[in-house]
Every structure is written in C-alpha cells, then in structure tokens.
T-cell receptor, first 113, second 112 residues
Framework: DAGVTQSPTHLIKTRGQQVTLRCSPI?????VSWYQQVLGQGPQFIFQ???????GRGNFPDRFSARQFPNYSSELNVNALLLGDSALYLC????????????FGEGSWLTVV | AQSVTQLGSHVSVSEGALVLLRCNYS??????LFWYVQYPNQGLQLLLK??????LVKGINGFEAEFKKSETSFHLTKPSAHMSDAAEYFC??????????FGAGTRLTVKP
C-alpha cells in the first residue's frame, strides 16, 4: 500500500510569493495533519483536518491555511512568504482524529530566497 | 498544553554499546507517547508508541522504551548499537488527539 505522498519534494520561492503544498493520505485514512520542521528542530504542529473540517491549529500566523478535499487529500497554502518559512513541511495521516499513530510523508522542502 | 523535553541534543556511542536517549514529558491528561526516527533527507518513521497499556514498549529495530509516570519519563533504549542506528530521534506526546508535540531531537552517532 502506498504511504503518505507529498508534492512537490523540493521547491524554491521568492519572498512575498505564495506556495501550495499537496498531500495524499494513506488509503482509508481520514485525518491529515501538517507540520513544519525547521532545520535542526523538531516538527511543529500547524493544522489537523478530519473529514474536511479543521480540528486543530498550531501557533502559526494567518498566512498559513489549509483545506481537505472529499477524497481526504489536503493542501497547505502559505502566503506572503518570509525567509523564516524555509523548512521541511511534513504531512501526516491517521485513520481518525484522536490518538492513533500518525504516519508521515517524506516532506516538501521549501526554500525561500 | 503537552510538551516534551529531550535531554541531550547529541549522543555518541560505540558500535555494540547501550543506547539511551532521554525524554521527559508534561501533560495534563494521561498521554500517548511516541518515538520517531528520522534519517537524513527523509520523513519520520515510527519506532514505538505508548498508549496506556504495558509500560515497557517494544518497537522496531530492537528499540524499547519504558513509561515511568512518577518520573514523567519515556526514555528510549537499545542494548547494542548498530551503525545503521545513526539518525535523529524525536520523542513526541499527544493528548489523545493528533496535535503531537515533538521534542527538539537527539542526534545519535555510532562510532565503529
């Protein structure tokens, strides 16, 4: 079975631009979470979606937004990019919204120049 | 809110030696606890998890961790290190939802 898949794997953007990252969860998983991992640090929780509804939001500015589609795939959007947004963005999926193990994708490396 | 502290950002052991990576947690409810491993340029792979069943949890690749409520700890151990164990290890806590809080990570180096 395919794991969590993310695209693109690497991208470079300029300050002020907008970026969209995509995630397909493991088949049968209805919950998708997004994490930001800055180099040298642990992942930081951004959002969780379950059944297309936002179930949790971390301490990130409103420039960050996300949505989940009927097929449970998800997009993370970041507007007005800053240099500090350069990071590995990890998507994770889980069968439901509470307490189950979450499975991570390989991530999307975003570099803002 | 839940949080995790990993003691030691870098641990170095010799091949065949005991691996001990330390993790202390804070949680307002009985937590779920996890250890993940991250190899260079890859995502996170689950090693093991504690969900209030047995306090000694066995994971993949010979790793295990013991939940100690009195010490609010969940240290990761492996009796004999292998070169392939060199990676970044993250402890994480969840209060029964998918808002997981990760520690800063411990980089394990294994010397031949």
């Amino acid at each position: 079975d395919a794991g969590v898949t993310q695209s693109p794997t690497h991208l470079i953007k300029t300050r002020g631009q907008q970026v969209t990252l995509r995630c397909s969860p493991i088949s049968g998983h209805k919950s998708v979470s997004w994490y930001q991992q800055v180099l040298g640090q642990g992942p930081q929780f951004i959002f969780q979606y379950y059944e297309k509804e936002e179930r949790g939001r971390g301490n990130f500015p409103d420039r960050f937004s996300a949505r989940q589609f009927p097929n449970y795939s998800s997009e993370l959007n970041v507007n007005a990019l800053l240099l500090g947004d350069s990071a590995l963005y990890l998507c994770a999926s889980s069968p439901d919204s509470f307490g189950n193990t979450i499975y991570f994708g390989e991530g999307s490396w975003l570099t803002v120049v | 809110a839940q949080s995790v502290t990993q003691l030691g950002s870098h641990v170095s052991v010799s091949e065949g030696a005991l691996v001990l990576l330390r993790c202390n947690y804070s949680s307002s409810v009985p937590p779920y606890l996890f250890w993940y491993v991250q190899y260079p340029n890859q995502g996170l792979q689950l090693l093991l998890k504690y969900t209030s069943a047995a306090t000694l949890v066995k994971g993949i690749n010979g790793f295990e961790a013991e939940f100690k409520k009195s010490e609010t700890s969940f240290h990761l151990t492996k009796p004999s290190a292998h070169m392939s164990d060199a990676a970044e290890y993250f402890c994480a806590v969840s209060e029964r939802n998918n808002d997981m809080r990760f520690g800063a990570g411990t980089r394990l180096t294994v010397k031949p």
